[in-house]
């Protein structure tokens, strides 16, 4: 199956501090990758669609100068939080949809707002 | 809106059987599977589409029902690497690659 991997695993910075989390996708070519986002005992909640060479498509209620996207290639997405504070704190996951159906996910990247 | 699954918990002891729901208020074009430890990404099980078949492989299978909108995932002589939080990720149409994942059900498997 498709490998996807996040950098970094888990990642502490203080309020007010912008954090970048990458997405890779390894062994596939991706022209669209997904951003999630966990807090804990929840469900994943779908942030964006990032969308390679164009803007990425934001959920309604995510702000998107909060959480910036870049899909400059077709192996790399990153998702930067601008100016986190503490209710950012969270795990964050990006997944690829390889072939028509399934989405394989990277391992998550914890963030931990201080 | 989120899918809802039930139940929200259940605790098993090796070799029960299970059986997670997950019902949506819209109509679905397909359901997926995942299971994920905690503290890592979900594990995609499987996938069920409109006008498919019942899946399944092993003792861990599923069903769709399109007209209610619901979808039923069934676990068979649990093991303990089954323990984990299992989710529904529905997708409304063909193509849109987009899931909406449902609340979640804990499983607990105890020897």
């Known amino acids: 199956g498709a490998v996807v991997s996040q950098h970094p695993s888990w990642v502490i910075c203080k309020s007010g501090t912008s954090v970048k989390i990458e997405c890779r996708s390894l062994?596939?070519?991706?022209?669209?990758m997904f951003w999630y986002r966990q807090f804990p005992k929840q469900s994943l909640m779908l942030m964006a669609t990032?969308?390679?060479?164009?803007?990425?498509?934001?959920e309604q209620g995510v702000e998107k100068d909060k959480f910036l996207i870049n899909h400059a290639s077709l192996t790399l997405s990153t998702l930067t939080v601008t100016s986190a504070h503490p209710e950012d704190s969270s795990f964050y996951i990006c997944s690829i949809q390889r072939g028509t159906y399934e989405q394989y996910f990277g391992p998550g990247t914890r963030l931990t707002v201080t | 809106q989120q899918p809802v699954q039930s139940p929200q918990a259940v605790i098993l002891r090796e070799g029960e059987d299970a059986v997670i729901n997950c019902s949506s208020s819209?109509?679905?074009?397909?359901v997926h599977w995942y299971r994920q430890k905690h503290g890592e990404a979900p594990v995609f099980l499987m996938i069920?589409?409109?006008?498919?078949e019942q899946k399944g492989h092993e003792k861990i299978s599923a069903s769709f029902n399109e007209k209610k909108q619901q979808s039923s995932l069934y676990l068979t002589a649990s093991q303990l690497s089954y323990s984990g939080t299992y989710f529904c990720g529905t997708e409304i149409n063909f193509g849109n690659e987009k899931l909406t994942f449902g609340t979640g059900t804990r499983l607990t498997i105890i020897p």
């Open positions: 819209k109509a679905l074009y397909s």
């Open positions: 990032s969308n390679e060479g164009s803007k990425a498509t934001y």
């Open positions: 062994d596939f070519q991706a022209t669209t």
């Open positions: 069920l589409l409109k006008g498919g």
